[in-house]
Structure formats: C-alpha cells, structure tokens
C-alpha cells in the first residue's frame, strides 16, 4: 500500500524514502560541480533517516566496488526540525516507535522504534550540524562519526540531539573534542544552512537521495531505497567505462574496511547467503574473533 505523506518520520517503504514536509520534486536535469575524481555522488541524508539506514549495505558495497572513481559528498538534508506538525498519522515521537521496527524488518537492519518511547529526539538537526562539525576536522573521521551516531540511535535507543551522546561519538572516533565543540556552535550551523539550500535548490525531496555527476556536471538522480543495481547502473550511465574492483571477501578483510556490520551488511559484502550469515558470525564470535551487540530487531557484529 502506497503512503504518501508529507512527514518526515514516516518513511515509505515502497519507494523507500523519507520525504521533508512541504518539498516538490523536480524533473530537469541537474547541473552539479563535479570534483577530481571521475563521477562524484552528492549524497543528501540525515542522521536519524531510516531509509538511509536502508542502504548501508549498498553504500558500503559501492564503495568497496568503485571507491577508486568516486567522491562521495555527504550532505545533511533536515529531516526533522522540530514537532510542529501533525501529519500523516504521527503527531508525536511515540507514533514513530511502531514504524521504526516495521522499517526494521523491511530493509533487515536492525533498529529498535523504542527510543521514540524512552528518550525521544526533538529534532535531527544537532546531530547533522555535529556531522558538518566533524567534517571540519578530518572527512574521513566524520564518516566515521556518522555511522557512529547511526548505531547510538538505532540500535543503542540513545538520543542523538543531546550534546554528551554526540561529544562520545566524536572522541571515540578520534576527533579532537574542543574544536568539535567550537565548531559545532559556530562554523558547523553555517555549513549545515548552506546544505539544506543546495537541496531545496536541487529539488531534494526526501533521503535518501543521490546525484551521480560526471566530469561535465550532469547529474544521474538516484532516490530512496533501492537495489544495489540501481546506484551501479547510475555510475555506469555517467561513466561507462569504469571498472569493478574485486572486493576481498574473507571475513577479516571485511571487518578491517568497515569494523562493525550488521548481518545484512556482511551478507552483502561477502556473497555469503544471508540465511547462513548469524551461524557463520557467531562461530567467529565463539572463537573469540568477533563480539556481537543484540538489539530488538538485529545484531550488530563488531572486530574484536
């Protein structure tokens, strides 16, 4: 069944989007400045987005496959910038419990709806400003933070918009915490501004949501979930002649390129089913290789 809505927080699962109230589409092609490497991906997301947590996997295979002719640019898109609307059917933090676990099961990545019971977030907008913050610092390391921030959210039920939550992320991954701090109550809401205009100047009408732009500034659309297929066969149309790297499958090579991954994630990147996935991981689990974090919806297996 189709549920189109203007809320922000109840995702379609079918065109596996998370749409921003009052955006319009666009239908013209987009003209983007491209950057060094052969095709950039202007990726516009939100910390708390769980479509975007959808296409991890995807994300991270495409990486994997293609990270030599690829720039990926993460841009924030304001998922939810407050509570005051009261639209398709959620009013309040509490209507997204329920929705939350059914995403869950619909994109098999575990997330626990129950943060929007026991310390919901009054906004996405902290958080996204912390990740332009991170970027400040090192783009590799905001990436990092990102995800850190994802799995606080999703799996751990921790509220995001709240500065200690944030301030750990940061230091775990290796930020330097003053200016992180400086940077998030200054320079950081000015980069964050400037990305909400580029995607209500691009037509960003939802997360997730990425342009594929060649060496000329065209740009492919790819939005919402989808298939693995659909982000390649956009990098294929703005370079057709790019080559596939061989990922190396062997679990441990797996884990040193992305240390924590759900079971979808690591099925994957590896080829191996995902029916045989748990079983495979616990065995590394047992042997004292991995460590694994249960949440209500999933696992989230970790390097030791």
């Known amino acids: 069944m189709e549920t189109k809505t203007s809320n922000p927080l109840l995702c379609d699962i079918e065109s596996g989007m998370c749409e921003i109230p009052d ?7 987009q003209n983007v400045s491209p950057k060094t490497k052969s095709v950039k991906v202007v990726y516009f997301t939100d910390p708390i987005c769980s479509s975007c ?11 994997l496959e293609y990270g030599h002719s690829i720039d990926i640019e993460y841009r924030m898109g304001g998922l939810l910038p407050d509570w005051s609307y009261n639209s398709g059917g959620i009013s309040k933090p509490s209507d997204v ?3 939350w676990d059914e995403v869950s099961l619909h994109y098999d990545m575990p997330i626990d709806g129950d943060v929007w019971l026991e310390d919901p977030l009054d906004s996405s907008y902290p958080p996204s400003i912390a990740f332009k913050a991170a970027q400040l610092q090192d783009q590799h390391k905001a990436i990092l933070f990102l995800r850190e921030i994802r799995e606080m959210v999703f799996l751990q039920k921790k509220n995001i918009a709240k500065w200690d939550h944030l301030a750990t992320a940061a230091q775990k991954v290796g930020l330097d915490l003053n200016r992180f701090q400086i940077d998030y109550q200054g320079k950081a809401k000015e980069l964050f501004q400037q990305d909400l205009a580029l995607g ?3 037509g960003v009408r939802g997360f997730p949501t990425m342009f594929f732009v060649d060496g000329e500034g065209h740009s492919e659309k790819v939005y919402g979930t989808k298939p693995y297929s659909a982000y390649e066969t956009a990098l ?3 370079l057709p002649t790019v080559a596939k790297s061989s990922i190396n499958t062997h679990w441990k090579k797996l884990f040193l390129n992305y240390p924590t991954m759900s079971s979808r994630e690591f099925s994957e990147l590896s080829g191996i089913s995902r029916n045989e996935t748990d079983a495979y991981l616990q065995k590394l689990v047992d042997s004292g290789q991995l460590s694994k974090s249960t949440s209500k919806n999933g696992v989230l297996w970790t390097l030791k």
Do not use: D, F
């Open 97 to 99: 419990a329920h929705h």
């Open 53 to 63: 947590w959808g296409i991890e996997p995807q994300l991270r295979k495409l990486k």
């Open 236 to 238: 294929h149309q703005q």
């Open 200 to 202: 209500k100047q691009l």
């Open 23 to 29: 955006s319009a589409s666009v239908t013209q092609k």
